[in-house]
């Protein structure tokens, strides 16, 4: 069974720093892409940072380059979130997600909440 389990959210202030985990198990990290989306109220979804390709790359939104940085840890079948110079419209729940690379099915976590502000 596929289970996404994140966690290292919480409030920050502006300029702070978070690092989030998303522990993944009853997958196979080869034929999935880990990614982080998130949502805030009234938004839709949106990919934050993703690995491509099996994870030889790397996709990020526009809004985070160069504050965040996806990177994993294979040996604990976990990927992580490190998210510097926060912003208060980096608040949303963030999700793990896990994309089989071979049709278009999706596993996701139950999120969890980050917010920012002063």
């Known amino acids: 069974q596929v289970q996404l389990v994140e966690s290292g959210g919480g409030l920050v202030q502006p300029g702070g720093s978070l690092r989030l985990s998303c522990a993944a198990s009853?997958?196979?990290?080869?034929?999935?892409?880990m990614g982080w989306y998130r949502q805030a109220p009234g938004k839709q979804r949106e990919l934050v940072a993703a690995?491509?390709?099996?994870?030889?790359?790397?996709n990020y939104a526009d809004s985070v380059k160069g504050r965040f940085t996806i990177s994993r840890d294979n040996a604990k079948n976990t990927v992580y979130l490190q998210m510097n110079s926060l912003k208060p419209e980096d608040t949303a729940v963030y999700y793990c997600n896990a994309k089989y690379r071979w049709s278009p099915v999706n596993y996701w976590g139950q999120g969890t909440q980050v917010t920012v502000s002063s």
């Open positions: 690995y491509t390709s099996g994870g030889s790359n790397t």
């Open positions: 009853g997958i196979n990290r080869s034929a999935y892409n």
